[in-house]
């Protein structure tokens, strides 16, 4: 599956401008994100993620990144726990942008990073590689590192944390949420 979705990210990249619909921000200094309309190849290999039901013709990916203290391409347990510290401040800042895009009436989830599987939506046959939204939505650069890829953001390099977020909801409603959940939430996590 991840195989399908890298070749789909090399096929989708020339195109990427035509997708962006919120360009990279800082919702602190230290968590970026961006939004995207999915293209159909995309959509189809997300329905094998979050199964039936979603209306994926307006379907956003939200990839976010989060610049770590550490190269987290790197072994050892300080690595560990800040890959710890970037998932629970991830998974506070998406409940707290899936809660407000809920409350708006629209569909919202995020995938777990460690494992690409849905956090809300009943888990399906597929997993959804962060790495993949870097390359496809964001073009950076990847690596291969013996038996998985690695992303490198064009600013923190291999010290970033890649997560992603999807939703329905349109660009001007995550623009406005980004401006509160942002600030409200991530802020207060990153230190």
């Known amino acids: ?14 195109r990427k401008r035509k997708f962006e ?3 990279p921000r800082l919702v602190t200094p230290e968590f970026e994100v961006s ?4 293209p159909e190849r995309v959509q189809r290999q997300l ?45 506070a800042w998406s409940k707290a942008v899936v809660a407000y895009l809920q409350g708006k009436g629209f569909w919202a989830d995020f995938t777990d990073p460690t494992s690409g599987y849905p956090w809300n939506t009943p888990r399906q046959a597929a997993y959804y590689p962060e790495v993949f939204g870097a390359t496809t939505f964001l073009r950076y650069d990847v690596m291969e590192t013996g038996c998985c890829k690695v992303m490198s953001h064009p ?3 291999t010290r970033v944390y890649p997560a992603s977020l ?15 959940v942002g600030a409200d939430t991530t802020d207060a996590q990153l230190k």
């Open 35 to 38: 939004a995207h309309s999915c």
């Open 166 to 180: 999807f939703t329905t909801a349109p660009a001007e409603v995550l623009a406005e949420c980004f401006d509160r």
């Open 47 to 91: 329905k094998d993620v979050f199964g039936p039901g979603i209306d994926f013709e307006r379907l956003i990916v939200v990839p976010t990144f989060q610049r770590a203290r550490h190269d987290l391409v790197a072994i050892g347990p300080e690595v560990e726990e800040e890959k710890d510290r970037l998932l629970e401040t991830f998974v």
């Open 1 to 14: 599956r991840d195989r399908n979705m890298t070749e789909a990210a090399a096929e989708e990249a020339p």
């Open 21 to 23: 619909l919120l360009g």
């Open 155 to 157: 600013q923190w390099g």
